[in-house]
């Protein structure tokens, strides 16, 4: 653009004013000022490609933190399993801590080895609760170039229903996790929604892509958008037969009993 006011300045300077209403319709004059604008939209353009960038890491990196909830509720729920076992151990005497004269504390574990069928020796070990927390981290630089290159392979791609359906299946985790390629992958291939993330089977847009191109994709949904009547209204004017999958109450809806014999022949 500068170059361009210089040249302005140059023919300013010989005599041609391009402000004045002689020098206006130029053709010099005109071929700058396109000049101008079209630097101009240059600039605009990149200013909007690195916007694109930063929202596609912000992308990543909100897949990324769903994950590790995921991650973490599942070791929790571990844990959680495991509690009864360890307090049974706590019933169970140290051999350090034994006297000669508490019989009451023998009896105790010859009661617990009879009921149980558990010895001290059989007792599994367990990880301390710290150690099974993990570490908060960003997502790797790896990992955010593989959820692009998944989104690559969808955006603008020919894949057909089951290469699609492949492609998802073979994903790592924290590829399911990211919102914008499962939501991309749905709308070509409702089952797709099989092996997305669990916190996705509960997004209420994710699942009425899903169900909108296969009807009976309801049955991967959670069980709040099962019961959500305009999900299932979508999933029933594609299918008749997820009718099936849809809550109790929403089963008995008249409306969708007639919708369903009308797009499947009779309600499953």
């Not at 558990?118 to 990880?127: A, E, G, N, Q, R």
């Amino acid at each position: 653009m500068a170059s361009a006011n210089m040249a302005i300045a140059s023919l300013q300077l010989g005599g041609c004013n391009p402000q004045s209403p002689a020098g206006a319709g130029g053709p010099a004059v005109k071929a700058l000022r396109t000049e101008q604008v079209l630097e101009e939209l240059a600039m605009q353009s990149a200013r909007i490609m690195r916007l694109e960038k930063r929202i596609n890491e912000l992308d990543v990196q909100l897949a990324a933190s769903k994950g590790r909830e995921m991650n973490l509720a599942r070791r929790v729920a571990d844990l959680e399993a495991v509690a009864p076992v360890v307090e049974l151990t706590k019933a169970i005497p140290n051999e350090q801590e034994q006297q000669p004269a508490e019989i009451g504390a023998n009896s105790l574990t010859a009661s617990v080895q009879t009921t149980s069928g558990v010895t001290p020796d059989t007792l599994p070990s367990f990880p301390l609760v710290e150690d099974c927390i993990p570490v908060e981290t960003k997502p790797s630089e790896k990992q955010a170039e593989d959820v692009l290159r998944y989104r690559g392979r969808l955006e603008g791609s020919k894949l057909g229903y089951h290469e699609i359906l492949e492609l998802v299946e073979g994903a790592p985790d924290f590829v399911r996790a990211d919102r914008k390629f499962m939501l991309e992958a749905v709308a070509e291939c409702g089952s797709a929604l099989k092996y997305s993330a669990d916190n996705l089977k509960s997004d209420r847009d994710v699942v009425h892509a899903a169900v909108k191109q296969n009807g009976e994709a309801l049955q991967w949904a959670s069980g709040i958008l099962k019961a959500d009547r305009e999900v299932v209204l979508a999933a029933v004017k594609q299918n008749g037969a997820a009718v099936k999958f849809a809550s109790d109450s929403l089963r008995e809806d008249k409306d969708l009993h007639s919708l369903s014999m009308k797009t499947k022949g009779e309600v499953p």
